[in-house]
């Protein structure tokens, strides 16, 4: 069944891309598919670990905003503070990791909802990027960019590559591990999931971490793309990274969900916003179109439910 749910999603994405094909000069081409390669990485992560919060019956509003602030963190500590694009890294990541534990925490073991947890740490994460960054986007330099130039031979990107295989691990680590199916049962009944002997809050916790640390390497992506980091980046991203985990078949009242489904709905919007892009359409148009897509997503997720 989820064979076919997915062979209908490739069907779609062939179906956009023939249509943007026809409907502009240079979208069928190299330049373009290189273009959204290099896009790909930021919301493929976000996207992965939404997915994984969705099922177990959350929602992670923050990314976005830990994103830019991962980014922000990176970034100061390269150009004011001189250490090492690796000793960056690590403080990125592990600040947001951090910020991501204490979400977890207080929407499993302190039973407040996700959605208020996150929404506050979306504004409060965002804050702390503009003091960070003096609200200025900072130019980091040419030495990070090497993450997101193509492999000479191969063609995609080091970012691109990583993304690929954190699609896998989490395939793999939901659909055949037993970690990933206490996710599935934890958000399909936690009740029931407690009674069989599985401790939701600890796990809950996890999901929420591994959330926060892919937030962290889309922000990393971000900021090999541009080569500086911006406390603007991600504005909105949580949305994007909703829809496509609910086009790929993951539901939004937990329970249910695939990565790899999830990684085709971030190919769907990747090639529409480039389509949209490609035939000129402006920004407001391009946020209705989006709004629709995420609005016919919702619509979709209750269809499959009910059948």
Sequence with gaps: MQFVKNYFLIIVLVLLVLFFSLQTNNFFSLITLSTILSQLPALTFVAVGMTLVLIVGGIDLSVGSLM?????????????????????????????????????YL????????????????????????????????????????????????GISIMMLLAFAVVIVAHGMLNYTVFGRQLIAIGSNKKAALMSGITPDPRVLVVFVISASLAGLAGLANLSYLGSSDPNAGIGLELSAIAAAVIGGTSLMGGRGTVLGTFIGVLIIAVLDSGLAQMGMSEPAKRIITGAVIVMAVLLDKWRAKH
């Design 68 to 104: 830019a602030l991962c980014s922000a963190v990176i970034g100061i500590l390269i150009v004011q503070s001189g250490l090492s694009f690796t000793l960056a890294i690590f403080c990125g990541l592990s600040l947001v990791c951090i910020v991501g534990a204490a979400s977890g």
């Design 107 to 154: 929407s499993s073991y302190l039973k407040l909802p996700s959605f208020i947890v996150t929404l506050g740490v979306l504004e409060a994460a965002r804050g702390l990027a503009y003091v960070i960054s003096d609200s200025q986007t900072m130019y980091v330099g040419a030495s990070v960019q090497g993450l997101t130039d193509p492999i000479d031979g191969i």
